[in-house]
């Protein structure tokens, strides 16, 4: 296998995170757009969140079962029908917003998020791993927070983009839903097309030759058992924040702007995710530290004109984010390219960060709270990363249980969303409050538990990559 086609199978799976990307954050500007149509308490319209990132724990734990009594399907069925499956199933999912649409029941809509989320389960546990094992070992964190950063592009553009055409374009007013039925019937040609193009793409084949492990061994490793909960208070807390952004920024004590007016600061929310993870994939690389400092500052002005070209805001407006992007790079020069102690000192600045939401107003407020986004970035890889490591024969065992701990992502927005109908929304943030301050404990100790692991049976897998 040539390093050019690996280049090139990369190029092609980076296509797909970019587009789950897109799509998940599409879920933020439906919350405002449905919650309004249907006149929902925040705790309903949190339901979005729930149906879409619980059918990742339905599928993934029926995944987990399946590999445990017949072998990995992945592994039976390959890679590359793995995704084609994937794709047909969140073109379903897609399609059905148009009688959810049609007939303005929001339980449709509930259920249309669950099937593209079940699609989107598959997608990531064929692209993540699939991933890692596209070039040498020592540089997979690097790779895949390189692929992550493309799916931050696209969540860095669906705010605006979708937003547009659901606000603006396709918007007809008094028709309950119809603005969200076009767009998506698009987004599932486009997965239908995909499914049909990738049927001719030649792909890599990756076949593990591991023996089928039985039981749940793999959490007889501390730092997979607690690396779990990690997933699961980030996940949860990254989602929850943007789930309820446009609704903070429309606080009276906060900014008071309109919901098509709001949507355009989640593009500097997501985008923050990407210039952390361009910087983190720069960061973990093999380049000498002064490449590696000066690509990492060029990548991020980069980004940040994208991101300030497509949302539409004035600079001086935007003055206080550029000043949280570059405390970000400081922190990146502490952290020292160490994951346990980056991650860490991240959720340091994660939980000051909403901290200060809480407890301020006005413009501050809501940069504090945007500003998270850019210290959210790196936690995924470096969580992941940590978490499997040493694991050995089970560490596809693994990867199923921190794919599942995604549910934090439906729960801990439904349990904000009580918390703001309760005592308020701008208190309600003590939730991701919460999961930032477990995620500081897992990052700074977590070199003690992978240290525990030394006493465990560790077995390198045996994976085989083929033309």
């Known amino acids: 296998m040539t390093q050019k086609n690996h280049s090139t199978s990369l190029f092609i799976l980076t296509i797909l995170f970019f587009l789950w990307g897109f ?4 879920n ?12 929902l308490k925040y705790w309903q319209a949190m339901l979005i969140q729930f149906c879409f990132f619980g059918a990742y724990f339905i599928g993934s734990l029926t995944y987990f079962l399946i590999s445990l009594k017949k072998g990995d399907p992945i592994n039976r069925i390959g890679y590359k029908n793995g995704i084609i499956i994937g794709l047909a199933v969140s073109g379903l999912g897609c399609f059905m917003f148009y009688p959810a649409a049609e007939f303005a029941i929001y339980g449709l809509f509930l259920s249309a998020l669950f099937i593209l989320g079940l699609g989107f389960t598959l997608l990531q546990i064929v692209a993540n791993p699939y991933v890692s094992i596209l070039g040498r070992p020592e540089t997979a964190s690097s790779r895949l927070n390189m692929s992550q950063a493309f799916n931050s592009l696209g969540t860095t553009i669906a705010p605006i983009f979708g937003g547009y055409l659901i606000y603006e374009f396709f918007f007809i007013e008094g028709a309950e839903g119809d603005s969200a039925k076009i767009p998506y019937v698009i987004f599932g040609a486009v997965f239908i097309f995909l499914a049909i193009v ?27 058992s607690m690396g779990t909960i990690a997933i699961f ?22 900014m008071g702007l309109d919901e098509s007016v709001g949507k355009n600061f989640l593009a500097y ?6 210039i952390g993870r361009f910087s983190g994939a720069l960061s973990l690389s093999s380049l000498d530290k002064f490449k590696k400092y000066t690509f990492m500052i060029v990548l991020t002005a980069l980004s940040f004109t ?5 949302s539409g805001i004035e600079f001086n407006t935007v003055l206080p984010y550029i000043g949280i992007v570059g405390l970000n790079f400081l922190v990146f020069l502490v952290g020292k390219s160490i994951p346990s102690r980056t ?8 939980a000051g960060l909403v901290l200060f939401t809480i407890m301020g107003t006005g ?14 970035s790196i936690m995924w890889s470096n969580i992941f990363t940590i978490a499997i490591k040493g694991l050995g024969k089970y560490t596809s065992q693994g990867s199923s249980l921190l794919v599942m701990a995604i549910l934090g992502a439906a729960l801990v927005p439904l349990i904000q969303g009580i918390m703001a109908d309760t005592f308020g929304l701008q208190f309600s943030f003590f939730v991701p409050f919460v999961c930032y301050l477990y995620i500081i404990f897992y990052g700074f100790y977590s070199p003690r538990l992978t240290k525990t692991d030394e006493s465990l049976e560790e077995v390198e897998p045996k994976n085989v990559l083929q033309d």
């Not at 500007?29 to 919650?35: E, R």
């Open 343 to 350: 991650l860490g000192l991240f959720a340091v600045m994660s």
């Open 198 to 224: 990738f049927r001719f793409v030649k792909l890599p084949r990756f076949k593990n030759e591991d023996e089928i492990v039985k039981g749940i061994g793999a959490l007889r490793f501390p730092n997979l």
């Open 269 to 274: 929310y997501w985008g923050g995710t990407m």
């Open 363 to 376: 413009s501050a407020a809501m940069w504090a709270l945007i500003g998270v986004g850019i210290f959210n």
């Open 306 to 310: 994208l991101i300030f070209a497509i």
């Open 28 to 39: 933020d500007i439906l919350i405002p757009y449905l919650k309004e149509i249907f006149v």
């Open 233 to 254: 208070t980030y996940v949860g807390a990254e989602v929850a924040i943007g789930s309820f952004l446009i609704n903070f920024i429309g606080l009276e004590s906060i």
């Open 23 to 26: 799509l998940t954050c599409m």
